[in-house]
């Protein structure tokens, strides 16, 4: 089973509007263990949008097109769906009953524009459309079977979600799918797929890696006659891939670093406070990003200046003349200060050089310490990250959480 | 002159990272007056790469290829185009000498993938890649023009904006096309068009507005036979923008507003401090994200609590007490605080509820308290922003640069 994504709008080309919805099909397409090889975007000409479909439907089993179905002039895809499958377009009673009562009661006059909206290839399907006017269209003709959402974003979200998940749980062959996705840090993509050996290369359920900064994510997907018998081939090859990479696994899903750092911390009724030079805010903005980190989240210093690591942490003057400021010393007493001036369990600090020059210390870009403070003691890491000023500083705050939950879990164990 | 632009990688087919580069290849071939009908995207497999290049040659005169270019096994776009070109890959010497050195410099032993990077097809030329390992190809063959771009943001982007305008320019017909673009706060997009009347209908040069969140980018386009002619052309409409918009246009081209404020401070030897609870830090992020802030940047306090706000910014804990901690009594005494505390001559303090719950003192979803600090006095702003968590985050950082920046030049004018 294979398909393509077709996604309809000069706006698109011309990069007025990003195109997300693609990725979104993208994303469900892959969940239903649906090879996706190629997607195309093409502009609101009626012959291309036809070729374009020609040609995919020639390449795969499933064609899903985004956009173009309104009632404006350059909404051709339904046109072009026609044309393509070789057959012609006829009107929808039920959709255009609906059509006229809508537009009635807005006080707008039926016109030919709005007519079309209620049109399908015949033998196709239309798909309810409870948010907007123009309703999807489900076609299917030798064996190949072509679906259209509408562009919009209330529109296009919902029948995805709804109608779109049912007809590929159907071509699916019945089969669900259901897939989990485990989230690691500490390793990176290569010394994951090392550690997992032949885990790698299962096919049922398919495990895939996903390198983003500072974590691998592995997707594990499978099918079964239930959404039971799917998850029984899932539960076993994640026991399994727990089991190799341990406290690696740091969340499951949806679950970010951030959220499971949170999360912790809120069972042991502890708190985090953070001391920034590098990443400038960064660390404690994506903590703050949580809907209900202030639970946890005491408060945060952005510090440069040596005057403020002072004033505001409370660090030795002696410290801060005797070290660079990029060093292990600056690091842990930036978390020291973080945890005791801001009243906190646990006080991260970081610094570090972010580039995009060779600081006045000479330490090199990338460059960078992390520590953090607890009621056991303070821990502190180096790192030398590769990349942009935006790389290093992701990587750093990513760090800072991975040794706070680092230090949170051993105290777990004691 | 036709353009297609092919992405190449598995993990946007799968929607696991958003194709945003083709976006932004879309934007700079619409301003050179090159016409895109098609964009593919292709997932990492060298006989689909080549295919989906075959075809798109076929059809137009330039080929855009992104990613694909990197040491990987699944890093395939050089190879695809060799093929596709019908030409052998063969090394550069430059290119090596430098990978070896980068290398070296870094402990990683030379190795096969590696020296990959170094190889480009027969009559092909490299693309210097300063940010990155992987140089950028343009090749040139039977009248078409192939040019692939490395997919790393950080390399992608100096790279279009350098090397790749210049073979476009020269692509478009010896005619050269400028295009600036004004950058607009304090005004919504209808509102920009309203004031701007017929300028926004005008043919030559064109004129495109783009929203982004409390920005609005004004596009100004034109060709001409040489540089000068082109920008005579925008010159006039962009005065005309300026005397009708005034002080709404806050930058041009590249300038962001937290690079158009750090520019102001350090015009007047000035600094600014941060005093943040709803941004939770994303103000001092954003401010810091630029290369060199620290000149400027004093420092950043991220206060939730009312002990932090007293301990940090030496708030007053009868304001503390009497008002709600979204009010703008508090925005005031933060901005003030980090003023005085952290040794700035200017100060942002920013309050506000940023969802997804009504807060505990009952304030709306939205509704945010920004102020600012100066020599001069305190000001202070309100707002209700609509959107999710982020989106009232990132408005209200914005709110609180547009408010420093109109004390900055209210400054001036006096």
Redesign the interface.
Known sequence: MTAEVVSVGTE?????????H???????L?EHGIA????????D?LS?IEG?LREALERCDLVLTVGGLGPTADDLTRDAIAAALGEPLEPVPHIEMRLREYFASRGIDWNRAIARQALKPRGAETIDNPNGTAPGLHARKDGKTVVALPGPRGEFGPMVEGPLRAILESLAGGETIRSRTLRICGLGESQVEAALGEIMASEDPVVAP?AHPGEV?LRITARGASAEEAESVIEPVERQIREILGANVFGRDDQTLETVVLGLLRERSARVA?A?SL???????R???I?G??DV?????????A??KE??LGIDADVLQAESPVSEAVARAMAEGARS???AEYGLGLTGNA???ADAGRKPVGQVWVACAGPGGTWATSHRFV?????V?TRAAQAALVLLRQMLLSEAER
Do not use: K
Request: proline share 3%; aromatic share 4%; net charge positive.
């Open positions: 698109l080309l011309m990069g007025q509007t990003l195109d997300t693609s990725s979104t099909l993208g994303r469900l892959a996706c090889h190629r997607r195309t975007t093409v502009d000409n291309r374009v996903y994510h953070t920034e990443t400038g805010g960064g660390l404690s903005a903590l703050t990003g809907p980190a202030s989240f005491a408060g945060g210093v952005v510090a440069y200046s005057a403020l004033s505001l001036r801001l009243g580039g995009p020059t990349g942009g000023r935006e790389d500083r």
